[in-house]
Nanobody, 119 residues
């Protein structure tokens, strides 16, 4: 089973930026489409962004399109989420996982990384 370790979260003011990282333990990482999800307090986990296995294709939730950028480095088994122009409503715990369309593939999740945006 793959292990996913998210990092890079923090407390930021609205309008600022953060870069999240997700390190995967599996050597077959490069064969998976990878994505980011988030879960705000009292809400269900939702899809944020995904990147194809070779990094050439990305897609986003409408709520983050134009502000967030997903990328990956297969040599490092790592996927990133650059978050710019952060809003209060981006506050959530962020998780990564392999994806199928906009759904998670793996049944287990990492610990996530907390992003808190204050206005």
């Amino acid at each position: 089973q793959v292990q996913l370790v998210e990092s890079g979260g923090g407390l930021v003011q609205a309008g600022e930026s953060l870069r999240l990282s997700c390190a995967a333990s599996r050597r077959t990482f490069s064969s998976y489409r990878m994505g980011w999800f988030r879960q705000a307090p009292g809400k269900e986990r939702e899809f944020v962004a995904a990147v194809s296995s070779n990094g050439g294709f990305t897609y986003y939730a409408d709520s983050v399109k134009g502000r967030f950028t997903i990328s990956r480095d297969n040599a490092k088994n790592t996927v990133y989420l650059q978050m710019n122009s952060l809003k209060f409503e981006d506050t959530a715990v962020y998780y990564c996982n392999a994806v199928v369309n906009r759904d998670p593939l793996f049944g287990s999740w990492g610990q996530g990384t907390q992003v808190t945006v204050f206005s």
